[in-house]
């Protein structure tokens, strides 16, 4: 994604996008796709409403990306695409990814959908693979409600990619309608300090069905086909442009935020994820490490400090026992699942202010588990 500019094509989400990559290589029936433990369910979904099988390779260990070694065995003649995902904005070992991928002529698809402005040795994540596909969902970089977009780095398949999207429907009006309200809604009252009580009221409008939820029911395959056919509606589009436009803007404010973090935060309950050389990252969230994760989560609860949980469990937010329904192999990536019991993070979007990063580090530095 250009840092001013805007040249992608918009999709109802990031999942629509990806399905869309994946059907623009004429990936389908009795094919593999390759992507990693640690993500969300958006990832698997996309391959499977294009009839596709997904396989997950484990990251590696004390990182939150892909294990190249892992990638290598993984790989079968059935392996049509591989998804590298640059989890909260830290971008994944491309050059050994890539030299696997090569090695099979197999293309990578970049997951995007934490980043936008990070760089892998000078090079911009989302420039590496064929494709690359976006988020803006509430808990994104940039928000703009509901929506995503990719980006395309080949000639022929963005050809085949647009002609895909131009087929595609816009949301209903009365959807519209709600997604607006939810955009106007969250903007009024989401920040930091009341995270827990939104995030609750949240679940429980998604259960009523009341607001479009982060996460389709796995079970209801129809609504599932449905979404999978949509654009992004107009006013989030429009929502989306007019944010893109002040993206350095966030690039900055999340660099200030998470040195903040990295800086001031030296509490023996937590500690930093370490960064490889040759990156720079700018964070979605800022990811931190934890011994007894839910006596934390508990803690930040109770004290209202924003301090998320994702990810639960190797497809979020799917229980650990539901996995299966996603093709996921209990205790197949060792590493994503031992993460998983560890990992939590902190926001750095614009809505956080240097009072909320101040009580966020003076939290987590005094508090006692
Ligand atoms: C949010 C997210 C997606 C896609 O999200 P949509 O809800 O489909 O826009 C994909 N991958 C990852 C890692 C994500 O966090």
């Keep these: 994604m250009g840092k001013e500019s805007f040249n992608g094509l918009t999709f109802f989400r990031g999942r629509v996008g990806l399905f869309s990559i994946l059907k623009g290589l004429s990936i389908g029936i009795g094919d593999d796709v390759i992507t990693q433990a640690f ?8 391959i499977i409403a294009t009839g596709a099988n997904p396989i997950y390779v484990d990251i590696s260990e004390n990182s939150v990306t892909m294990d ?20 909260f904005g830290i971008p994944a070992d491309m050059d050994y990814i890539i030299a696997v991928a090569n090695k099979h002529s197999i293309p990578i698809i970049e997951d995007c959908c934490h980043v936008s402005y990070s760089t892998y040795k000078d090079k911009e994540v989302g420039s590496f693979g064929v494709g690359s596909f976006y988020s803006y969902e509430w808990g994104k970089p940039i928000v703009a409600g509901i929506g995503g977009s990719v980006k395309i780095n080949a000639n022929d398949l963005y050809a085949k990619v647009e002609a895909l999207r131009n087929r595609m429907a816009t949301p209903t009006k009365k959807r519209q309608i709600r997604l607006i309200a939810q955009y106007m809604i969250y903007s ?15 679940h429980k409008m998604d259960d009523l069905g009341l607001v479009e939820g982060n996460f389709n029911q796995i079970e209801s395959n129809e609504e599932i086909g449905s979404d999978f056919n949509l654009k992004m509606a107009r006013f989030n589009e429009w929502i989306l442009l007019r944010k893109i436009r002040r993206g350095t803007q966030f690039m900055e404010h999340s660099r200030r935020v998470s040195s903040e973090y990295k800086d001031k935060i030296n509490s023996s309950v937590v500690s930093h994820h370490k960064i490889k050389e040759g990156m720079t990252v700018v964070y979605a969230r800022y990811p931190l490490l934890s011994k007894n994760k839910h006596e934390l989560l508990k803690k930040a609860r109770t004290s209202n400090v924003e301090i998320a949980d994702w990810y639960k469990t190797p497809i979020h ?20 699942e031992a993460l998983c019991e560890q990992i939590v993070s902190l926001p750095v979007g614009e809505r956080v202010r240097l009072s909320d990063v101040n009580r966020i580090i003076s939290f987590l530095n005094e508090v006692q588990i």
């Design 317 to 336: 937010p799917l229980k650990e026992n539901e996995c299966g329904l996603v093709n996921y192999i209990p205790h197949s990536c060792p590493n994503a």
């Design 188 to 202: 009024l009252i989401y920040r930091p300090l009341l995270y827990w009580p939104i995030k609750d009221l949240f």
């Design 68 to 87: 190249a070694n892992d990638l290598a065995i993984k790989i079968t003649p059935r392996t049509r695409a591989i998804i590298v995902q640059h989890t």
């Design 39 to 46: 993500t969300c369910i958006a990832v698997p979904e996309a």
